[in-house]
């Protein structure tokens, strides 16, 4: 009995796509990631805010300033003045870029180096843009106690060790496929020493190192924004090296004629070839075989003539016959 019809089966889930169409929902935050995002905005713009308005935090500033930590441990200065180029752009930049290269040759794909890239560039921009206009003094060179030292042509603020380390070192852990918990404890471990070091020797304020933690934050939580980006000019460089792979062998082999209908592809082609024509020597002997005619010119013009020839002979015979009726018919008379 066919007393209950059988349902149909519940529509499979989609599979999630693979390369760079992983990426095309916009945008590629969850809630927390965009929460964050905009609390790091306004957590920069009130640090820089603090300063352009001359707040408490200017007097934290010259607090750390006029307390010379330098000084009262100078021991640990040889071993934080090393340590401190951790945080410099150059030697941080070509040991991470040299680690990312050997990622990309890996996986065959130019991702790890564009995101490196990518996020300095964005680096340049948050921080640059900011260290211009501002013009900031460092402690080493200001003039007036309580002052904030502003537009008088410096470029300390934000940090530019502290913002790069967050920035290449978090990057390395965002890229890391494994132990990425660790990488990134051990990149905000890091960038927290670098800050502090760099208000031990003396070198930024307490803000310029605020600055910087919250720019080179905002860099990273920003990087998966450019991701759909980053994903279709690796895929676009991908398929362009590998066409310039492409020997001429190849491309000569794709341009070759589709397949015959009788299946037998191409050496139903070669098998159409006119057969060699075995002409005789001028002076006797065994026949010798020419070189065959790939056009047909040849057969073609010998078929004309040969068809203009047997016309004639057909014509001759004809004209012959004729002839001979006629004669017969007068003699018949």
């Not at 066919?2 to 935050?29: F, H, M, N, T, V």
């Not at 150059?90 to 040299?98: D, L, N, Q, R, Y």
């Not at 900031?136 to 003039?143: E, M, Q, S, V």
């Amino acid at each position: 009995m066919r007393d209950q019809i059988e349902s149909p089966p519940p529509p499979s889930r989609p599979r999630p796509r693979q390369g760079s169409a992983a990426y095309s929902s916009w945008p590629p935050l969850s809630r927390s990631q965009a929460v964050l995002l905009g609390l790091t905005v306004l957590a920069y713009l009130l640090v820089i805010a603090g300063v352009l308005l001359d707040t408490t935090l200017v007097d934290l500033d010259w607090w750390a300033r006029l307390a010379r930590p330098y000084r009262r441990w100078p021991e640990l200065e040889p071993l934080l003045s090393t340590w401190v180029v951790a945080g410099q752009r150059g030697p941080s930049a070509i040991a991470a870029f040299c680690w990312l290269g050997w990622r990309a040759h890996r996986m065959h794909s130019l991702r790890p180096l564009l995101v490196m890239g990518t996020a300095l560039l964005l680096l340049n921009v948050t921080v640059g843009t900011v260290k211009i206009v501002t013009g900031r003094l460092g402690p080493h060179y200001a003039h007036y106690v309580g002052s904030a030292e502003l537009f008088s042509g410096g470029t300390v603020f934000p940090s530019g060790h502290t913002a790069n380390a967050v920035v290449t070192w978090g990057v390395l852990a965002y890229l890391a496929t494994r132990w990425r918990r660790t990488g990134a404890v051990l990149a905000g471990v890091t960038a927290c020493s670098i800050g502090l070091t760099t208000v031990y020797l003396g070198t930024h304020w307490v803000s310029d190192v605020l600055a910087g933690w919250a720019a080179g934050l905002l860099v990273l939580l920003a990087l998966p924004l450019a991701e759909p980006l980053l994903a279709l000019t690796a895929a676009r460089i991908a398929e362009r090296r590998e066409a310039r792979r492409r020997t001429p062998a190849d491309a000569g082999s794709a341009r070759l004629p589709p397949a015959a209908p009788d299946g037998r592809g191409r050496d139903a082609l070669v098998s159409l070839r006119p057969a060699p024509v075995r002409r005789a020597r001028a002076g006797g002997g065994e026949p010798y075989r020419s070189d065959p005619d790939p056009t047909g010119a040849a057969a073609a013009e010998a078929g004309r003539i040969g068809g203009r020839g047997s016309a004639e002979r057909s014509g001759t015979q004809w004209s012959g016959a004729a002839r001979t009726g006629v004669e017969r018919a007068g003699a018949e008379r």
